[in-house]
């Protein structure tokens, strides 16, 4: 049995995929959303040491990591697109940029009302909270850059290369904790260690990634059929769908 890998790389296919698929993940984030909050913000204990502010955590820490993946996506499509010039991968990028943009901002934000309780200041120039910092310029640079070219492939072109070569500033926000001096607390989860929190924390914070993995999912579906809707809207495959969904629309009326 052949597996024909390219097959939602066409715009057309992948139309159809998104318009089924979306739905489902916006349920799946709401409902996770709502189970972590609980959890986080109603059922997990007192923290010994930073006591009710540690919740903040619940949103911090899972936008912050959304923010570092959401960017290594863009430059996986980057890639893809300037390897195989699927038109499908560029599209992919520009959907991608604003989730992560949100992100970005969430997570700075998140951790001023964070960082004002326990070090006494809303913003230090810390090295993961300034190279976080440029991450969401990063993000708004690609945004500014790809919405000022007209050309869509120039367009296109031009954010490959801002989201590849900005793809280095990741490593640097995550291990920045480890290379320098900070007052950024270490991570609480990893991989090769225990976590150093509650079970109950723990979960709260996983189901809270887990709901922000689906709400981009989501978002970055239905934004990718928006744009597919945008360029191939002379398309003869587009139109004859439209025609089929009006009269669905009409016979169901």
Known sequence: MSIHWFHFAAPQNFFHLCTRLWPWFAWIATGLALWGLWLGLGVAPIDAQQGEGYRIIFVHVPASWMSMVIYLAMGFWSVMGLTFKTRLSGMMTQALAPTGAIFAALSLWTGALWGKPMWGTWWVWDARLTSELILFFLYIGFIALTSAIEDVKRAERA??????????????????????????????????????????????????????????????????????????????WLRSWVEQAQGAKVSGG
């Not at 809707?229 to 003869?236: A, G, I, M, V």
Request: include cysteine; proline fraction near 3%.
């Open 159 to 236: 954010g490959a290369l801002i989201s590849i070569v900005g793809c280095i500033n990741v490593p640097i926000i995550y291990f920045s904790v480890k290379w320098w001096n900070t007052l950024h607390q270490g991570a609480s989860v990893s991989m090769t260690q225990s976590p150093s929190m509650a079970r109950l924390m723990l979960w709260a914070m996983l189901l809270m990634a887990l709901a922000f993995w689906s709400y981009t999912v989501a978002i970055v579906l239905y934004r990718v059929r928006t744009l597919i809707l945008q360029r191939e809207r002379d398309s003869h």
